[in-house]
């Protein structure tokens, strides 16, 4: 199991390592069960008691839970954060079909391109799921998802929204194209202030890597959108970017909602 | 300057340090030097220039430069990051004065109360100073903003916007009640959405710490405001409700200014 620390042993079986009891517990309330548990031997009674057969759904296998002392603990860890469980779940991705996503009258794809930063990924992750967004699609370039500290910054929401993984400029516009999804992509500087643009559609946002914003591939495909700042200050980070634009998208959707404008 | 590592002595002498060369760009061009500078030997050529006499504005002292070589530099660095340029700069922070803050016209203040996280309470700063914030108020429980790590956070930001700092509630509360300025508090649950909120005109936004919310003493003083999110989510993180509500905020005086609605 220690090897699923390594990028390639996850991408290789798909299945990681999912550090602590937040991240458990949001599984556990999206329906999603462990393969195996990692439990401190202090902490087995309560922990034991959420994977045991009662809380199970029928049928489902029952995942193999190893009581192990602190060291093997940290050993397993990619966090030292001194945590309690350490989750062995399957890869949650799906492929990008040609099936039309039903999701998609909740709210926007968000698809994000070369961020390097795994906070920043998880973060966004939890951003389109707080703010309804339909999935989350990425890049080839953008840190790995599944990687501890991707994960941590999710706080489970990776558990509780549609994600698409590797997923080229090209090919995502192809898709969109079949989808009708519009494609509204994210600049610091050039593009309409986006509370003017129309987010309350069904469209795709891009956002990529801090300084780069989002290919020049997808800024091509469609409309661009800016958070307008005051002047002198270096552009928000991708995650505030991000989480500004799923937040007016939102606003949007419940305005036009409401029948007010 | 070591010794300026350590937030006691930054403190005492009321000095920190900044590393690298983007925060040193963010603070000559809003005209504040630094006391001086440490300055990787291989790098010389270019970053001296700057901080050459024919750069500064007449009448400041020069910055004394150390020329030094990457072991000394590592010494200095709390960051381990390789940097080039290591300045020495007064702290920036001001005293919350009972004349009329003049920026109000601007946007809201912003007060972060208990924030421990020292990326979290940078990039507040940082999202203040994107969205015209008056300025940023911290209580006493609060990161340290001079922080190397919030620092970075800031991305330059802190030598942009007004900074108070160890700031009680109840000193809060008296001074915005001096000041004319409602209070609002962002918090996950309780709250009036806050797109229906009234954003526009002259406040303090009270966040706090990610799961306590802003301080009772604050929620019971004026508004409480919530983005409102998708029901099973865990709320937001800090930096990224503090950057939605500037945002929102933003937006209104955007809008009241246009004469539209």
């Known amino acids: 199991m220690v090897r ?3 990028k390639r042993s996850r991408y290789c079986r798909r299945l990681f390592l999912a550090e602590g009891e937040d991240l458990l517990t949001a599984a ?3 329906g999603i069960f462990p393969q195996a548990a990692f439990v401190d031997q202090g902490a087995e009674s309560d922990l034991t008691k959420r994977l045991s057969p009662d809380s199970l759904i029928p049928g489902r296998p029952e995942p193999e839970i190893y009581l192990v002392d602190a060291e093997v603990m ?6 030292r954060s001194g945590t ?3 989750s062995v779940f399957d890869f949650v991705d799906r492929r990008l079909s ?3 996503p039903a999701a998609t009258a909740r709210g926007p794809f968000l698809f994000i391109s070369g961020a390097g930063d795994p906070g920043n990924v998880g973060t966004l992750v939890r951003a389109a799921a707080a703010f309804g967004a ?3 699609i990425m890049g080839p370039k953008t840190a790995d998802p599944y990687s501890p500290k991707a994960l941590r910054a999710t706080m489970g929401a990776i558990f509780q929204i549609p994600l698409y993984l590797g997923i080229a400029p090209d090919e995502l516009v192809s898709w969109a ?3 009708n999804l519009a494609i509204i992509s994210a600049d610091a500087h050039r593009g309409k202030p986006v509370s003017e643009a129309d987010l309350a559609g069904a469209f795709v946002l891009a956002v990529g890597a801090e300084r780069g914003g989002a290919p020049e591939r997808l800024l091509a495909a469609g409309q661009v959108v800016t958070i307008p700042q005051a002047a002198e200050v270096e552009s928000i ?4 970017a991000g989480s500004v634009i799923l937040y007016e998208a939102q606003r949007q959707r419940r305005c036009r909602g409401s029948g007010s404008l």
Chains 1, 2 share one sequence.
Do not use: E, T
Not at 237 to 240: E, Q, T
């Open 4 to 6: 699923l620390k390594r």
């Open 28 to 30: 556990l309330s999206a």
């Open 74 to 79: 940290s050993r397993i860890s990619g966090l």
């Open 84 to 86: 309690r469980v350490i």
């Open 98 to 100: 040609s099936r039309a």
């Open 134 to 136: 339909a999935g989350v």
């Open 177 to 179: 194209d079949r989808q």
């Open 237 to 240: 980070n991708l995650a505030m």
